[in-house]
């Protein structure tokens, strides 16, 4: 496929072979505005070939051979603007497919004759701005499917008979070669050809046989001899190809009498089309055209040859003429008999070439000067500069349909009054354009003539006034209507009321600032209207029933206003929903409106709508619901705005049936939470053309993307949470539950604990040892206390005694008669359990630590772990316990080590708690 500069360069060159200067001018502005200084460089700076669909492109790559690795499947091989010196057919081997073959701008000094050998389908041949000097029979012999050939811009010498093998050649360029002679063989060759291009060559002449090679050449068409300086013309130098149709000899400055001799040369043939453009044909003179009257010339090309004058009767010899190009000339007067004769003219185009200079004075149009033209169509006018329009001016064009004054210069024009266009009353005119030409005021009636009017353009003018509905009376047929780009239109009720067949209506840059202000809508009565343009007018305030009435409202274009206001919920009385009308809407355009928010029910109802521009506002959180029943859009632009989030809440329904979407230079805030859903759209979307996503689609935060694209962000950072969404809600659900409750056990498990017991107690019993256990003990505990500790023993263990417990006290309870020691060592014996009060002080007591401990450890070992009970009246260390009694806390169960309760209410508790560890079975070992 060939570049885009490729592209350009070509159609450069054909230009210029055409002759056409202006063209040429307009052609390489309309290339930069296509590829850009940019895009120019980068294709001269692209690294390798650009493969697509079968066709490659390898131009611009300062190649020096023919790329080796390219699909062997290619249709299309592109290696233009290279270092190329020969096309060496083993080189092309591998792509016997080629059907199209570019080589231009190359240094390539000869066609090697096995080209076509190796591809034997190859129907275009492109070797232009090369340096091949001759060119043989053998060069091109097995070309025969070749159908069209380019050598333009070599230095050919033609040896023998070099084209007599091209049976199917349509096409043959050999224009600037420098050849001397037309005659491109000495025998009938190239029967098929249609086009023939000898443009920019040396030769003078044209001799009677030079064209004798294409007698059996029944399709050729065109011809181009532009810049071939003829100056000689042998009689039936064009018998030989009679069937021709088109004849360019643009730039070929031949003078008059040879343009004469040429026409009458060409009135044998079957010529349609003639080019006389840039001959510096001054003067028409009567005689010029009078070979061609003949002929069945429906199109004659005059312009840019500076005339200034054109002689009674210069077209009286072309009464088929249907198309007359006069422009860019210096046409100074036209009078009744300059179109005379031109009864079938149906379009007569004069751009700039009726214009006032420095040293000229301005033009005239007589009156009746276009009555000859009774069948024309179309006048083109543009940029025409007349002394004035009188009553008579346009007399006579009955079959008038178009008129184009545009940016012309008329003073009859400022002011236009019901009698200014009046000359074309009697023309069936459907459209007329009037654009730049200095307009300040309309009239009542100023149109009233034109019944058939379909389209009035009053563009860019100075129109400055309020519309009262009757600037537009008769124009009941109108259906266009343009007048953007003037000073300063009002609008009222009945603007236009006289236009009820209106469709499309543009007041773009034109409205005064409180132009929509009335009570009743000036569209209201506009039931046909398509398309309405209100665009860059600052409109700050509109009325909710601006449209009403406009059901039929396909395109609304309100961009470059202040609506912002409008939309939002501050605003007072609420948002202004002036969309509710335009249900059938397919375009909205509010670029550029500095609206930072959407109402939820701004876009309600628009399920016709196909795109919506929204871009350079200030656009931020967008509501869920506000795109809800946009389920037809295809275009989507939101660039330019504030824009951070894109959630599916928000985009997934008009991002359905995208075709297009624009919203580049956004802040995006690239987290899962904001851009995941977005960039796996983008990720999987097949149909959704977003262009600039890699520059334009940028991270504003975190500052871990800042100012990388969108497409960088990971998107498997996000994904690895997903599954555990419900982990992470019962995970904290469990922390949570694990926090109250250890707040509650830390601060009332004691109340907790102490109602449980009871609640135990009374079901099952204080007591788990059996009835027979508890008659082989006479006491449920023999206390162990230091002397100190005596009187809380007496206020808090003694009260707790009753008919089924009982403790044993060695103050109370010793045996008489017997020794202390005996005493202590019956009375444990015959205690179920050993109590010991835990202080300090009992541990620094010699007679506990050396005798009852010494006894309850022995008691311990031998009958259970559960025999022994501590009861800690303060906190001592573990160490300290098994240092001073040979017990340590985990030696016995937690049921039977008890803490004395700081708190008074939490004393109950203990007393359940050490009743419960009294009473607990001593033949549990563990």
């Known amino acids: 496929m060939p570049s885009v500069c490729s592209l350009c360069a070509n159609l450069v060159f054909e230009t210029m072979h055409a002759h056409r200067c202006l063209v040429l001018s307009a052609?390489?502005?309309?290339?930069?505005?296509?590829?850009?200084?940019?895009?120019?460089?980068?294709?001269?700076?692209?690294?390798?070939?650009?493969?697509?669909?079968?066709?490659?492109?390898?131009?611009?790559?300062?190649?020096?051979?023919?790329?080796?690795?390219?699909?062997?499947?290619?249709?299309?091989?592109?290696?233009?603007?290279?270092?190329?010196?020969?096309?060496?057919?083993?080189?092309?081997?591998?792509?016997?497919?080629?059907?199209?073959?570019?080589?231009?701008?190359?240094?390539?000094?000869?066609?090697?004759?096995?080209?076509?050998?190796?591809?034997?389908?190859?129907?275009?041949?492109?070797?232009?701005?090369?340096?091949?000097?001759?060119?043989?029979?053998?060069?091109?012999?097995?070309?025969?499917?070749?159908?069209?050939?380019?050598?333009?811009?070599?230095?050919?010498?033609?040896?023998?008979?070099?084209?007599?093998?091209?049976?199917?050649?349509?096409?043959?360029?050999?224009?600037?070669?420098?050849?001397?002679?037309?005659?491109?063989?000495?025998?009938?060759?190239?029967?098929?050809?249609?086009?023939?291009?000898?443009?920019?060559?040396?030769?003078?002449?044209?001799?009677?046989?030079?064209?004798?090679?294409?007698?059996?050449?029944?399709?050729?068409?065109?011809?181009?001899?532009?810049?071939?300086?003829?100056?000689?013309?042998?009689?039936?130098?064009?018998?030989?190809?009679?069937?021709?149709?088109?004849?360019?000899?643009?730039?070929?400055?031949?003078?008059?009498?040879?343009?004469?001799?040429?026409?009458?040369?060409?009135?044998?043939?079957?010529?349609?089309?003639?080019?006389?453009?840039?001959?510096?044909?001054?003067?028409?003179?009567?005689?010029?055209?009078?070979?061609?009257?003949?002929?069945?010339?429906?199109?004659?090309?005059?312009?840019?040859?500076?005339?200034?004058?054109?002689?009674?009767?210069?077209?009286?010899?072309?009464?088929?003429?249907?198309?007359?190009?006069?422009?860019?000339?210096?046409?100074?007067?036209?009078?009744?008999?300059?179109?005379?004769?031109?009864?079938?003219?149906?379009?007569?185009?004069?751009?700039?070439?009726?214009?006032?200079?420095?040293?000229?004075?301005?033009?005239?149009?007589?009156?009746?000067?276009?009555?000859?033209?009774?069948?024309?169509?179309?006048?083109?006018?543009?940029?025409?500069?007349?002394?004035?329009?009188?009553?008579?001016?346009?007399?006579?064009?009955?079959?008038?349909?178009?008129?184009?004054?545009?940016?012309?210069?008329?003073?009859?024009?400022?002011?236009?009054?019901?009698?200014?266009?009046?000359?074309?009353?009697?023309?069936?005119?459907?459209?007329?354009?009037?654009?730049?030409?200095?307009?300040?005021?309309?009239?009542?009636?100023?149109?009233?003539?034109?019944?058939?009017?379909?389209?009035?353009?009053?563009?860019?003018?100075?129109?400055?006034?309020?519309?009262?509905?009757?600037?537009?009376?008769?124009?009941?047929?109108?259906?266009?209507?343009?007048?953007?780009?003037?000073?300063?239109?009002?609008?009222?009720?009945?603007?236009?009321?006289?236009?009820?067949?209106?469709?499309?209506?543009?007041?773009?840059?034109?409205?005064?600032?409180?132009?929509?202000?009335?009570?009743?809508?000036?569209?209201?009565?506009?039931?046909?209207?398509?398309?309405?343009?209100?665009?860059?007018?600052?409109?700050?305030?509109?009325?909710?029933?601006?449209?009403?009435?406009?059901?039929?409202?396909?395109v609304l274009k309100l961009q470059h206003n202040n609506l912002a206001r409008l939309w939002k919920s501050a605003n007072l009385g609420g948002p202004v929903l002036f969309l509710k009308w335009v249900r059938n809407l397919k375009t909205l355009l509010m670029d550029s409106n500095g609206l930072d928010e959407i109402p939820a029910d701004a876009l309600r109802g628009l399920s016709d709508l196909r795109e919506l521009s929204l871009g350079s506002n200030l656009l931020n959180s967008l509501k869920d619901s506000i795109f809800d029943d946009l389920n037809s859009l295809q275009l989507l632009f939101l660039q330019k705005n504030l824009i951070t989030t894109v959630r599916p809440e928000v985009f997934k329904t008009p991002m359905s049936n995208l075709s297009l979407l624009l919203m580049g230079k956004n802040p995006f805030d690239c987290t899962c939470e904001s851009i995941l859903w977005f960039v796996t759209w983008l990720n999987n979307t097949n149909m959704t053309n977003v262009p600039g996503l890699r520059d334009e689609y940028t991270c504003n935060t975190p500052l871990a993307y800042f100012n990388r694209s969108i497409m960088d962000f990971d998107t498997l950072s996000c994904k690895d949470m997903t599954p555990f969404r419900a982990l992470y809600i019962l995970s904290s659900s469990t922390v949570i539950m694990l926090m109250v409750t250890a707040l509650l056990v830390r601060f009332h498990g004691w109340r907790i604990q102490f109602y449980w017991n009871i609640l135990i107690n009374r079901t099952l019993g204080l007591s788990d040892a059996g009835v027979e256990e508890g008659r082989e003990f006479e006491y449920d505990a023999y206390v162990i206390h230091a002397e100190k500790d005596a009187s809380w023993v007496e206020r808090r263990i003694v009260p707790l005694e009753n008919d089924n417990c009982r403790f044993c006290l060695d103050d109370r309870d010793s045996i008489p008669g017997m020794s202390q020691l005996e005493s202590i060592v019956d009375n444990m014996r015959k205690s179920r359990k050993i109590l010991f009060v835990v202080t300090e002080t009992l541990l620094r007591d010699p007679w506990c630590r050396r005798f009852k401990a010494y006894h309850a450890l022995h008691q311990v070992i031998e009958a259970s772990r559960d025999s022994v009970v501590l009861v800690f009246l303060q906190d001592v260390h573990d160490y300290k316990l098994s240092r001073s009694l040979f017990l340590r806390r985990g030696m016995l169960r937690p049921c039977c080590i008890l803490d004395w309760p700081v708190h008074k209410e939490r004393v109950p508790a203990f007393h359940q708690k050490l009743l419960i560890a009294l009473g607990m079975t001593n033949r549990l070992q563990e």
Not at 360 to 383: G, K, M, R, V
Request: glycine share 4%; net charge positive; aromatic share 6%.
């Open 27 to 554: 052609v390489i502005i309309t290339c930069y505005l296509m590829t850009g200084l940019y895009n120019c460089v980068a294709c001269q700076k692209k690294k390798s070939c650009h493969v697509q669909d079968g066709r490659a492109d390898c131009s611009h790559l300062s190649l020096s051979a023919v790329p080796p690795n390219l699909p062997s499947n290619l249709t299309s091989l592109d290696l233009s603007h290279n270092r190329l010196l020969g096309i060496p057919p083993e080189s092309l081997t591998p792509y016997p497919g080629l059907l199209h073959l570019d080589v231009g701008f190359n240094s390539i000094t000869k066609l090697d004759g096995g080209l076509c050998q190796t591809l034997p389908l190859l129907q275009t041949l492109n070797i232009e701005h090369n340096e091949v000097h001759f060119l043989k029979k053998e060069d091109v012999s097995h070309c025969t499917n070749l159908t069209r050939l380019n050598m333009a811009r070599n230095r050919l010498k033609l040896q023998g008979e070099p084209f007599s093998a091209l049976q199917s050649l349509k096409f043959l360029d050999v224009s600037a070669n420098n050849l001397q002679s037309a005659k491109l063989s000495s025998q009938p060759v190239l029967p098929s050809l249609v086009n023939l291009n000898l443009a920019f060559n040396n030769f003078t002449t044209l001799k009677k046989d030079d064209f004798s090679f294409l007698n059996h050449s029944s399709f050729l068409q065109t011809l181009n001899l532009s810049s071939v300086s003829l100056k000689t013309l042998e009689p039936g130098c064009f018998k030989p190809i009679s069937g021709l149709h088109t004849l360019i000899m643009d730039e070929s400055k031949m003078g008059t009498l040879i343009i004469a001799k040429l026409c009458l040369e060409l009135s044998g043939t079957a010529i349609d089309t003639l080019s006389l453009r840039e001959m510096k044909l001054v003067t028409l003179t009567n005689k010029t055209f009078s070979g061609l009257q003949k002929t069945s010339l429906t199109y004659l090309d005059l312009s840019h040859n500076g005339m200034g004058k054109i002689e009674p009767g210069s077209f009286q010899w072309l009464p088929r003429l249907q198309t007359l190009i006069l422009s860019y000339n210096n046409i100074k007067h036209v009078t009744k008999e300059t179109f005379q004769g031109l009864n079938s003219l149906k379009k007569l185009k004069l751009t700039k070439a009726l214009v006032k200079s420095h040293t000229s004075s301005t033009p005239i149009i007589d009156d009746f000067s276009f009555q000859p033209l009774s069948a024309l169509e179309s006048l083109i006018l543009q940029s025409t500069a007349v002394q004035k329009l009188t009553e008579h001016t346009f007399t006579g064009l009955t079959s008038l349909k178009e008129l184009d004054m545009s940016w012309s210069s008329y003073t009859s024009l400022r002011n236009i009054s019901n009698k200014t266009l009046v000359s074309l009353a009697g023309s069936p005119l459907t459209k007329l354009n009037l654009t730049g030409t200095a307009i300040t005021n309309i009239n009542p009636g100023a149109f009233s003539v034109f019944s058939n009017l379909t389209t009035l353009v009053l563009d860019h003018n100075f129109i400055k006034q309020n519309l009262t509905g009757k600037e537009f009376e008769g124009l009941s047929q109108v259906q266009e209507i343009h007048m953007s780009y003037n000073r300063m239109i009002n609008l009222s009720s009945t603007s236009f009321v006289n236009v009820p067949s209106l469709k499309v209506l543009t007041l773009g840059k034109s409205l005064a600032a409180k132009a929509l202000n009335p009570e009743l809508s000036p569209f209201s009565r506009l039931s046909n209207l398509t398309i309405l343009d209100l665009s860059n007018n600052n409109i700050g305030n509109i009325r909710e029933n601006m449209l009403e009435g406009v059901v039929n409202l396909k």
